[in-house]
């Protein structure tokens, strides 16, 4: 008898190196929108996040005795350092990128056994780490009206210019949280969403768009039947249900669910994140109650934890329980009757 192990792939006559060149290219709108918001500065941080996760993967490859071509060949750690990417903070310190993508090809991949073997999502596991160990630089989001060209982003990137004047604004997550707090109940969440200029039409100025690049990329992947439907609707059905019941109760203090759909890192972490072959669910059940539980998570933690966001924290969380749902949610065997 032959075992298989993860990750499993939905397309007959793939590859890891096929798939992974298709999330790249899904990201791609998302990264767009994140250019023509932002700046340049985040290619930038694509660029020093890539080429870490191949010196990285390099270097314990070698260490392992492992086929140096083959594994750097297949876009695994591409897509790693692509997402932890556009989780960090735009124009953080490039030392920060680098030191949160060698803890998740290091660590939370390769210490594992590599790909295929790793427990935690090495993206979540870097964004975490990085979060509670140097808080306010994973803060520093750059105010949206500031205008810097590539020149002056790079030189913030690599530390040659002071960050206090630039780094100025907020996530609309954290802006929402903040002003609610320090206005100990004298101020509602309709008039902030009204009078910030953090804020759009549905969300954050700005990154409703990024958000719906994410979305064009995640649908487009589910066309081509390289993530099923299970995880994505889990997640955000769990995050849109929670959200839309508080904000029934309460709307003066609780956001609409398409407010918090479109911030943050809902989206990202609906299709490239909760829908990971390794770290996720493999069955069809386990990866709707797995996106379900990490979708209220996220929530709880954003809403009511110390953290503007709360898909990383959730998504790993999730990631301790993915061997007893599997366990549970396997379909029964053909030909085999279920024990009392």
Not at 22 to 29: E, F, H, K, S
Not at 72 to 92: C, E, M, N, R
Not at 271 to 279: E, G
Request: aromatic content about 12%; hydrophobic content about 55%; glycine content about 10%.
């Amino acid at each position: 008898m032959v075992f298989s192990t993860p990750p499993y792939l939905l397309q007959e006559r793939s590859s890891v190196r096929r798939v992974m060149l298709q999330v790249l290219l899904a990201l791609l709108p998302g990264i767009a929108a994140y250019v023509w918001l932002i700046g340049p500065g985040i290619v930038v941080q694509l660029v020093i996040a890539t080429l870490t996760a191949l010196a990285g993967e390099a270097f314990m490859l070698a260490l392992r005795r492992k086929r140096l071509a083959l594994f750097l060949s297949d876009g695994s750690a591409i897509v790693t350092a692509w997402l932890i990417a556009l989780s960090f903070p735009p124009l953080a310190p490039w030392w920060l990128i680098v030191v949160g993508t060698l803890l998740a090809i290091v660590v939370a991949k390769h210490l594992y056994g590599g790909l295929g073997q790793n427990p935690f999502n090495p993206a979540m596991v870097a964004f975490a780490a990085c979060i509670v160990s140097f808080p306010a630089l994973m803060s520093q989001w750059p105010a949206l009206g500031l205008k810097l060209d590539f020149l002056e982003q790079l030189q913030i990137i690599a530390g040659l210019a002071p960050r206090i004047d630039v780094m100025s604004g907020a996530t609309p997550l954290d802006a929402l949280k903040t002003a609610l707090k320090l206005s100990d109940g004298s101020i509602d969440v309709p008039t902030l969403l009204a009078t910030q200029e953090v804020f759009g039409n549905f969300a954050g100025r700005g990154w409703e768009w990024v958000a719906s690049g994410y979305l064009l990329g995640g649908l487009w992947l589910w066309q081509r039947k390289l993530i099923s439907w299970h995880a994505p609707f889990g997640f955000i059905l769990g995050l849109s249900l929670l959200a839309a019941a508080l904000w029934a109760w309460n709307p003066q203090q609780f956001a609409n669910p398409v407010f918090h759909l479109f911030s943050g890192g809902a989206l990202l972490g609906a299709f490239f994140i909760v829908t990971d072959p390794v770290s996720g669910c493999t069955t069809p059940r386990g990866k709707l109650i797995f996106g379900l539980l990490a979708g209220l998570l996220a929530y709880i933690i954003r809403v009511f934890g110390g953290f503007p966001d709360g898909v990383a924290f959730a998504v790993l969380l999730m990631n301790l329980c993915v061997p007893l749902i599997d366990m549970y949610s396997q379909p029964p065997i053909f030909g085999l009757k279920n024990e009392p």
